[in-house]
């Protein structure tokens, strides 16, 4: 694994993309969406219906969270990760959408290992539970869309110097299983 | 018969959602830094370290250590001295509590209900809970809680809260064992399991395991081992044995904390027994996460 952590932009360009690999350490810097269950549910469900989307989702980088309220004062809650997997369902029709990086935590499914292969997008996982610490590299968040939904809702975050791991990457390298055949004594 | 007054209730729960969602316990602070002397990976290691220093902001800025607040689990001691009272204006409707719908209100499933309402509101703690698995709307203040009511001797009233993750709770499992497949099966199906929530559930994970009563029994008493002192054994030797052996294949995995490698992928393995029929081995798993929010009281 390349032990140097790199910088990188969000939303991400094509040159980033192509050029992370699987268990490469980043730093992100710019803006994420925040999206979960029912927000990807929603999202789905407009694309099917043929309407727009609150957001445009070229080159962007999706967040799973669900934060806890903000004290006042506060910019955000805390705002760690929630499995990955949940969203696996949902995930072409954003792909085609033009969505280029997902982050969250846990394994996803081959099916999704594949459409980011197909579609030139990452993943990236960051620490499950370490919630009130993630919150300190989330500068700005910014409600945009179903609000109703409360901690579901879209919100815009900026970041700076968030960190996470390249999971997978565009050529279908899986960081989670290279890392636990090291470790393995089975 | 000794009266406890509603009140005197809600206010201990309210306290004990706000400092279980605040406040990691030592017992786990304690496992986490043995295991960062054990860790080889240094990707893990740094993640040990990450979760540590979490722990100590949460503590100091009053911040939730996890987003994931939890369903609140509840798990009263009743002692058959009590009586809960309710004070005359304590008159919060049912309605207002999203009561189960099978279940009536006591006095007491009232008191605990407001009591995780005010926590999670005042206490700026998530709201994670639905009040209908399909249709999924949430109800706003985290409520209702799930209560687990044990009447036991004396006077008193213990109470303790277990805000459960989710993320880890997804990933447990039940499998009704024959006696045949006996010991093995139960470890085998223990270390599966692990290896199956991947990263899903947060590792370093506390598992606690329920073997034996019924389908119901099995997960009761796996969720209640996750109340003992985190690496505490069970007091019969054989099970001691055998949550050593669990802890030790459960380490061999390669998972690690998150499951980006590593030898730490459980903090504890924590089994409980119940006599059980001569027909069945019920093995219940339950996943805990790292963030193990656990707080008690005694009134």
């Not at chain 1, 690999?21 to 029912?38: E, P």
């Not at chain 2, 000794?2 to 706000?18: G, K, N, P, S």
Request: glycine share 10%; proline share 6%.
């Amino acid at each position: 694994m390349p032990e140097e952590i790199i910088h990188i932009k969000a939303p991400m360009d094509e040159k980033t993309v192509l050029g992370l690999r699987a268990g490469q350490k980043v730093l992100f810097d710019g803006v994420f969406y925040t999206a979960r269950d029912s927000s990807h549910k929603r999202l789905v469900e407009l694309i099917e219906q043929g309407k727009p989307l609150p957001i445009d989702l070229q080159g962007q980088v999706i967040y799973y969270v669900g934060p806890t309220p903000a004290r006042p004062g506060q910019v955000i809650g805390s705002a760690g990760p929630t499995t990955s997997s949940r969203m696996d369902p949902y995930m072409e029709p954003l792909y085609k959408k033009g969505l280029k990086g997902t982050v969250g935590k846990g394994e996803r499914s081959q099916e999704v290992i594949d459409l980011m292969k197909r579609y030139k997008a990452v993943h990236f996982s960051n620490i499950g539970g370490a919630a009130a610490l993630i919150a300190k590299s989330i500068r700005k968040c910014d409600m945009i869309a179903f609000e109703d939904l409360g901690t579901e809702a879209i919100h815009r975050l900026e970041v700076e110097d968030f960190f996470a791991i390249v999971a997978y990457d565009t050529l279908g390298n899986d960081m989670y299983k290279e890392a636990i055949k090291i470790y393995s004594r089975q | 018969m000794r009266r406890i007054e509603a009140d005197a209730i809600t206010q201990a729960v309210e306290r004990l959602c706000m400092e279980a969602n605040y406040f990691l316990g030592q017992d786990v602070i304690d496992a986490l830094e043995r295991s960062l002397k054990e860790e080889e990976s240094p990707i893990g290691q740094q993640i040990l370290r990450d979760i540590l220093e979490n722990a100590r902001i949460g503590g100091e800025e009053l911040a939730p250590i996890c987003q994931d607040t939890g369903f609140t689990v509840v798990f009263v001691e009743l002692g058959q001295e009590v009586e809960v009272v309710r004070e005359a204006e304590c008159g919060m409707q049912s309605a207002e509590l999203n009561p189960p719908f099978n279940i009536p209100n006591s006095a007491l499933r009232e008191a605990i209900t407001k009591g995780v309402a005010q926590g999670y509101t005042k206490g700026y703690l998530r709201a994670s809970i639905v009040q209908d698995p399909l249709r999924r709307i949430n109800t706003k203040d985290n409520t209702p809680p799930v209560i687990h009511v044990e009447v036991v001797p004396g006077d008193r009233l213990r109470l303790t809260i277990m805000c459960k993750g989710s993320g880890c709770e997804n990933m447990s499992r039940f499998a009704m064992l024959t006696p045949a497949q006996g010991r093995k099966g139960v470890v085998n199906f223990v270390v599966e399991t692990v290896l199956k929530g991947g990263g899903r559930p947060c590792p370093p994970l506390i598992v606690g395991v329920g073997l034996g009563g019924t389908f119901d029994q099995a997960a009761y008493i796996a969720k209640r081992s996750l109340l003992r002192p985190v690496g505490s054994h069970h007091t019969e030797a054989h099970i001691k044995e055998l949550e050593e052996e669990l802890f030790e294949k459960v380490n061999a995995t390669g998972v690690g904390p998150q499951a980006w490698g590593g030898r730490t992928t459980a903090l504890a393995v924590h089994v409980e027994t119940y006599p059980c029929h001569i027909a069945s081995l019920p093995v219940a798993v339950n996943i805990e996460c790292h963030s193990h929010r656990l707080k008690t009281t005694i009134l």
